[in-house]
């Protein structure tokens, strides 16, 4: 049995044995053309876990004919990227390339990321950085404008399946391995190459025959991929919110689910349905608003599981519902006007008059106390008496049919 666990000895060595990510590899692609012109450049990946970002980092040093140096952000100190620097210093009066991998690169700080900066701008060290959280927000300025991103996405259940066949034929394994037990192990996957190698690699030691059953008992019931801080809450819940505005009920459920599924604050959901229902439903549906706070308030009264039925109804009605967003339009409007003249003067006929001096200067002149009274004036101030703030947004339904 090999030390070196599955995952490590299926790393491909060249683009062409890289599987999935046809968005940055093949003809044309970013990645491959970089490799064709061989003129390194400076990359910062942006993927989730699992989808072959340090693979990728080795197979480009390699194409360079590079000195591939890697480090961890959550263990490296200033001492070792001042090694980096000096190894890369001794490498260029030889003529060899150096090749600066750092993983995980959103967790150095600003003073570290600016250690690299004169480094990677003169051309010393080729930095390839990897990070699961969105760069813009996490990896300073300077760096950025220098290197460009690439988003390495999850591999397709598709891509996973023939990752896991490729391993059962290299471990010579075609007959111990059911169909149904790579399916459910791509299932559980989550678009996580590295996961579903290492959890195969744990069935096959544990049966001759692996089929679903010894997946289940080797790997368990994982948790979903999801970090409540990360990318992956806020790009759930904008993919449910756009869903529903879309009115997609399938899509609306589906994403509900996985935010269910991975323990997503229900308050959370139901405060977004909330803000969704005013913001998107306005006035096409009034009773969208006093449904989502109903929908709320049973979640703070009854909790979950049993709140999962209420969100669910809920999400469904308002993906549902016809959209308007006069109202939203114009309190946007609104709050525009008001900024650029908030010391315009109230019309003296709007005023309160609570003395005679007052009334006899003409506040509150016409006004009568009765429901609905309206007088045939202009009731803005004369500075934007033009402005029109509600009713230039157009209706949408995307329950019609054009």
């Known amino acids: 049995m090999s030390r070196v666990p599955l995952a490590e000895r299926m790393r491909p060595q060249t683009l062409d044995e890289v599987i999935g990510q046809d968005e940055i590899i093949g003809p044309g692609k970013i990645l491959t053309e970089i490799v064709k012109k061989a003129e390194p450049v400076n990359l910062i ?31 490296a100190h200033k001492k070792d990227v001042e090694d980096v620097v000096e190894r890369a210093k001794q490498n260029w009066n030889l003529k060899i390339r150096t090749v600066l991998f750092v993983d995980e690169i959103h967790r150095f700080n600003k003073a570290q990321q600016d250690a690299f900066l004169p480094h990677v701008e003169s051309g010393l060290i080729i930095l390839i950085g990897a990070t699961t959280e969105n760069p813009s927000f996490e990896v300073i300025s300077p760096l950025l404008s220098r290197s460009r991103v690439v988003v390495v996405s999850g591999l397709s259940r598709a891509d996973i399946i023939k990752v896991l066949k490729r391993a059962i034929k290299s471990e010579k394994a075609e007959k111990r391995v059911t169909k149904d037990a790579v399916e459910y192990l791509a299932d559980l996957s989550g678009g996580d190459a590295r996961s579903a190698l290492g959890d195969l690699e744990l069935a096959l030691n544990l049966a001759k025959k692996v089929d679903k059953k010894v997946v289940e008992t080797a790997v368990g019931k994982k948790m979903p991929l999801y970090d409540k801080s990360g990318d992956y809450h806020y790009d759930n819940i904008s993919a449910f919110i756009k869903s529903m505005r879309g009115s997609d009920v399938d899509a609306t459920l589906y994403y509900l689910a996985r935010m269910v599924a991975s323990g997503e604050d229900p308050k959370f959901i139901a405060r977004r349905m909330v803000i969704f229902a005013s913001e998107d439903i306005g006035l096409a549906g009034n009773g ?46 609104a709050k525009k006007v008001a900024e650029k003249s908030m ?48 009713g230039q947004t157009s209706h949408y339904d995307h329950n019609k049919k054009s």
């Open 343 to 390: 010391g315009c003067p109230v019309p003296t006929w709007l005023r309160n008059a609570p003395t005679k001096l007052m009334k006899d200067l003409g506040f509150g002149e016409g006004q009568k106390w009765e429901a609905g009274f309206h007088l045939d004036k202009n009731y803005l101030p004369d500075e934007v008496r033009n402005e029109k703030i509600f």
């Open 45 to 75: 990946f942006w993927g989730p876990p699992g989808t072959g970002k340090t693979t990728l980092a080795r197979i480009l040093a390699k194409e360079y004919q590079a000195d591939f140096v890697e480090l961890s952000a959550v263990t």
């Open 288 to 333: 969208a608003l006093n449904l989502a706070v109903s929908c709320f308030q049973a979640i703070e009264r009854i909790g979950m599981p049993e709140g999962e039925i209420v969100l669910s109804h809920v999400a469904t009605v308002l993906a549902k519902a016809k959209k308007n967003r006069d109202s939203y339009n114009a309190w946007s409007r």
